[in-house]
């Protein structure tokens, strides 16, 4: 049953975004986080809405995906919206014993909820129509200019990729010491916070210790096959731009341009 | 035939220490140990648990480095820092733990990454893990979670993963150890197919007497030393001594050792089924 588990939130289909290559859609994520913070007028977040409604139709992943993402945050969501609503000074238009609405609390705080929920939106687009491989794969090659300034970008990669590798395998693992520590005695079910976190150091410390043999292990056959770090390293998936990924990158630049020319030019 | 591998009086010894670093205890893991491995051949290493059966093999990829002695893999002295990639690249191994030696999150990325570390081009990496995937019957997986499978069929992509790299010889640490019947009998199948169709020397580690039976020769290890050496016909006729090496004999061997002690006319060593029958009727 574990096994089955997916990663990230991958949704299996075939469309024109699942096709763009990897670093195309991190860029565009991070265009689209960035431009939502350079609108300041309800036209610009029309815009905003209306890029997002195309690229979610584009990638034909249900929309119901993109709310699942969004119910994580709806405590986050409640409090900003709250606070904002209730406690910006300004013009009041309805209050009652400490609590009262301005004009502009109402204006903050819609946006505030409406730049949360799509920034969430956005980033789920990503991480539905890219599998945490070919993630890891365009961070590695996206960010190869970190190189650079020694941040070691081909590592990190690997250890995401070994992680995402292991977490299954760990998961079961897990399963099958809780039921050993069941099987014993241990008592996981308890409502008392307290004795809930007392019961998962039996759990905990057989899970680190056989993590680090694992890692052990793994070291050890990864030096077996000839692993030497990133130099010289082939690819046998290789990323390569196509012809899609230019018009992804237009796409983008349009939007950003867009978003920067409503932001300076229109003033309601 | 050339001798693709040779140790010459290996040593290994593990050295103890305490917090300070001082020195606690040496025990000695391998201890004089020469043999040759021809091209082609199939080697079975056996020995009890402690025997330094496992040390012996991590020198052949030069993960150990001998204390006294030289190892050398297809020529090359395996302690020579500049050999280490191509002794690696010569001499494959295959670990105990399926789960913890499959690096990728799918079966062909897998058996790619050892190509990808030897900087072959993308376009032979795909045709080398065709290849080996085909050569250990696991194609029709290559889309596949290594989670997805059974042990016996990570232990084959594990295999293939080696193979890909072209190895000339491939030492297996006890390949089979956590596995049931059935995958056991499928790597081992795997295992004698490489050997006879592909030609690569295998040196097969294990405790399990049955897998030996189709090798060329047998080392049996005890103490860190070679205790027997030899075909396996002549191994398994020394039962009493075997014995004496906490090792069992394969149970048609025993059987039929114990009907000669009993006075039937049967030759020594005798190892598989068909064998005995043969020789009763």
Known sequence: ?268 | MKDILTTENLTFDYIRRDDEGNVEGITTAVDNVSLDVKEGEFIAILGANGSGKSTLAKHINAILYPTEGTVYVDGKDTSDDKNLWDVRQSAGMVFQNPDNQIIGQIVEEDVGFGPENLGVPTKEIWERVEESLKAVHMYEYRKKSPNRLSGGQKQRVSIAGVLAMHPKCIVLDEPTAMLDPSGRKEVIRAIRALNDVEKITVILITHYMEETIYADRIFVMDKGRIAMEGTPKEVFSKVEKLKRLRLDVPQVTLLAHELKKAGLPLSDGILTTEELICQLS
């Open chain 1, 1 to 268: 049953m574990i096994r089955d588990i997916t990663l990230g939130q991958y949704y299996s289909t075939e469309s024109v975004i699942h096709r763009l290559d990897p670093r195309v859609k991190l860029v565009g994520t991070l265009c689209y986080i960035i431009s939502l913070f350079l609108i300041k007028n309800p036209i610009g977040y029309l815009v905003a809405a209306i890029f997002l409604a195309m690229v979610i139709w584009l990638s034909r992943v249900p929309v119901k995906f993109m709310i699942r993402g969004l119910k994580a945050i709806v405590l986050l969501l409640l409090i900003a919206g709250f606070f904002n609503l209730f406690f910006t000074p300004g013009e009041p238009l309805w209050s009652w014993k400490a609590l009262t609405i301005t004009k502009e609390g109402i204006v903050t705080a819609t946006t505030m909820v409406l730049r949360l929920m799509f920034l969430i939106m956005g980033s789920s687009v990503m991480t539905l129509t890219t599998t945490p491989n070919n993630l890891t794969d365009g961070m590695e090659k996206g960010l190869g200019f970190l190189k650079l300034i020694k941040v070691p970008v081909h590592e990190i990669a690997m250890m995401m990729s070994i992680a995402l590798r292991f977490i299954p395998i760990l998961l079961e693992e897990t399963d099958k010491i809780m039921k050993a520590q069941i099987a014993r005695g241990a008592d996981f079910e308890s409502k008392n916070l307290i004795k809930k976190a007392k019961a998962l150091v039996p759990l905990l410390v057989p899970l680190f210790v056989s993590a680090f043999r694992r890692a052990n292990d793994l070291a050890l056959a990864m030096e077996a096959r000839c692993y030497r770090g990133g130099e010289g390293r082939t690819k046998m998936k290789p990323l390569i731009y196509k012809k899609r990924d230019a018009a992804g990158y237009l796409v983008i630049l349009l939007y950003l341009v867009v978003c920067i020319y409503i932001g300076r030019v229109i003033k309601l």
